[in-house]
């Protein structure tokens, strides 16, 4: 069963550098699938952040691919997510998952989520 | 881009059946039969339950139903429970490799 776990800073400063990991068990993220990120601002509704797939090529929402990087680490079979510039707008639980996500929008697993705050 | 457009609430009785709407347009919904669907409930991440429109993953009960027209998707939850209610969210694929979101719906189980 794939499971996946977010981790990293729960507290990031306006204008920082937002960056998270998510750790895989159950399957080996160069076997195949995509593998992203999705946040929820609180209280709102979801958003695609992007998604790598197996052989590294990624795919970012248009709205936030200037400052975005998602990418894997296959030694550790875990992946991440880079987002420069924060603003309190990016405040949100942050949600890794996984599926046939292009084309199909089918995400299929999904990690309990982390929630990010922007402070200073 | 756009979110797709969901209405912001719904409810029905257990025992009925209830309909969710998920419109968007010709570049999205209707261009394409990859709409997905997710029921969340709170403080518990999204949970797949329909894709490609009409497909249940394993282990969703088949009360769960989708279908789509035009630009319009649907997903119906016939015979509610009540452990049913919860917020629901569409998805599809946009084109160029891009994937947009509904922006929810809340079902509640009067």
């Known amino acids: 069963q794939v499971q996946l776990q977010e981790s990293g800073p729960g507290l990031v400063k306006p204008s920082e550098t937002l960056s998270l990991t998510c750790s895989v068990s159950?399957?080996?993220?160069?076997?195949?699938?995509?593998w992203g990120w999705i946040r929820q601002p609180p209280g709102k509704g979801l958003e695609w952040i992007g998604s790598?797939?197996?052989?590294?090529?990624?795919y970012y929402n248009p709205s936030l691919k200037s400052r975005v990087i998602v990418s894997l680490d296959t030694s550790r079979n875990q992946f991440s997510l880079k987002l420069t510039s924060v603003t309190a707008a990016d405040m949100a639980v942050y949600y890794c998952?996984?599926?046939?996500?292009?084309?199909?929008?089918?995400?299929?697993?999904w990690g309990q989520g982390i929630l990010v705050t922007v402070s200073s | 881009q756009s979110a797709l457009t969901q209405p912001p609430s719904a409810s029905g009785s257990p025992g009925q059946s209830i309909t969710i709407s998920c419109t968007g347009t010709?570049?999205?919904?209707?261009?394409?039969?990859?709409v997905s669907w997710f029921q969340q409930h709170p403080g518990k991440a999204p949970k797949l339950m329909i894709y490609?429109?009409?497909k249940r993953p394993s282990g969703v009960p088949d009360r769960f139903s989708g279908s789509k027209s035009g630009n319009t998707a649907s997903l119906t939850v016939s015979g509610l429970q009540a452990e049913d209610e919860g917020d629901y969210y569409c998805?599809?694929?946009?084109?160029?490799?891009?994937?947009?979101f509904g922006g929810g719906t809340k079902l509640t189980v009067v």
């Open positions: 490609e429109v009409s």
């Open positions: 998952a996984s599926g046939i996500v292009i084309p199909t929008s089918r995400f299929d697993y």
């Open positions: 010709s570049s999205d919904v209707g261009g394409y039969n990859y």
């Open positions: 998805s599809s694929y946009a084109g160029s490799n891009n994937v947009v």
């Open positions: 159950g399957y080996s993220i160069s076997s195949g699938l995509y």
């Open positions: 790598v797939y197996r052989s590294g090529s990624t």
